[in-house]
Antibody
Framework: QVRLVQSGAEMKKPGASVKVSCKAS????????IHWVRQATGQGLEWMGW????????GYAQKFPARVTMTRNTSISTAYLEVSSLTSEDTAVYYC?????????WGQGTLVTVSS | EIVMTQSPATLSVSPGERATLSCRAS??????LAWYQQKPGQAPRFLIY???TRATGIPARFSGSGSGTEFTLTISSLQSEDFAVYHC?????????FGQGTKLEIK
C-alpha cells in the first residue's frame, strides 16, 4: 500500500534552517510528483510547492522561493523539504503529499516549532 | 493566484441529516477541484477529485458537483465520523490553492 512517512518533530530557533524528510513506499517514487503543504495551528492548508522526483524539477509558491528548497534521493525513495531563515510564522505542521493532480496520499505531518 | 472561498466557516448539522458545503474560486478552475476531510491531529484525507469523482474507498454518501467557479460537497445522512473540517483545493493553476476550510460540527 502507498505510504509516506515523515521525519519527527523539530524545534528550531529563529534564523535557523530545518530539513524535513518524506519516505515513500508502495509505489514507484519517480512516477509521481511530491507536493509540500503546511498548516499553522488552527489555520487552513497552505500549498508550498512541488517536486518531480524523476527529474528533480521543482516549482515553489511565490511566497517561498528564496527560503524553500525541495530535493530528493531516489535511491531511498525520499523527498526533502528545507526551509531556511525560520521565523515564528513558520511554526506549523508540514505535510508531504503524492500528486495525481490533486493529492491522494499524505504523510502524517511534521511539526516544526520556531521559538527563541 | 486563485483565491478559494469556502462557506460557511462552520456548519452545524444533526446526525442523519444532509450537509451542503460550498467552495467558490476567484476564476475558473474547470473541474480541477478536490475535496479533503481533516480530523484533529490527522493529515487530510482525499475525498473527491475532478469536482465529482469519489476517491477510492470513499462512501457513496459523499458527492461533489460544480464546474468553473462554483462547487458543492454534499454529505447525505451524516454519520458520527463525518464531523470534521473539509477543505477544497484547486489544481488547475499554479500555485495550487486551498480554501480556508469548513468545520462541520454536530448540532
Amino acid at each position: 500500500q502507498v505510504r509516506l512517512v515523515q521525519s519527527g518533530a523539530e524545534m528550531k530557533k529563529p534564523g535557523a534552517s530545518v530539513k524535513v524528510s518524506c519516505k515513500a513506499s508502495g509505489y514507484t517514487f519517480t512516477n509521481y510528483d511530491i507536493h509540500w503543504v503546511r498548516q499553522a495551528t488552527g489555520q487552513g492548508l497552505e500549498w508550498m510547492g512541488w517536486m518531480n522526483p524523476g527529474s528533480g524539477n521543482t516549482g515553489y509558491a511565490q511566497k517561498f522561493p528564496a527560503r524553500v528548497t525541495m530535493t530528493r534521493n531516489t535511491s531511498i525513495s525520499t523527498a526533502y523539504l528545507e526551509v531556511s531563515s525560520l521565523t515564528s510564522e513558520d511554526t506549523a505542521v508540514y505535510y508531504c503529499a503524492r500528486a495525481v493532480g490533486a493529492n491522494d496520499f499524505w504523510g502524517q505531518g511534521t511539526l516544526v516549532t520556531v521559538s527563541s | 493566484e486563485i483565491v478559494m472561498t469556502q462557506s460557511p466557516a462552520t456548519l452545524s448539522v444533526s446526525p442523519g441529516e444532509r450537509a451542503t458545503l460550498s467552495c467558490r474560486a476567484s476564476q475558473s478552475v474547470s473541474i480541477n477541484l478536490a475535496w479533503y476531510q481533516q480530523k484533529p491531529g490527522q493529515a487530510p484525507r482525499f475525498l473527491i477529485y475532478g469536482a465529482s469523482t469519489r476517491a477510492t474507498g470513499i462512501p457513496a454518501r459523499f458527492s461533489g458537483s460544480g464546474s468553473g467557479t462554483e462547487f458543492t460537497l454534499t454529505i447525505s445522512s451524516l454519520q458520527s465520523e463525518d464531523f470534521a473540517v473539509y477543505h477544497c483545493q484547486q489544481y488547475n493553476n499554479w500555485p495550487y490553492t486551498f480554501g480556508q476550510g469548513t468545520k462541520l460540527e454536530i448540532k
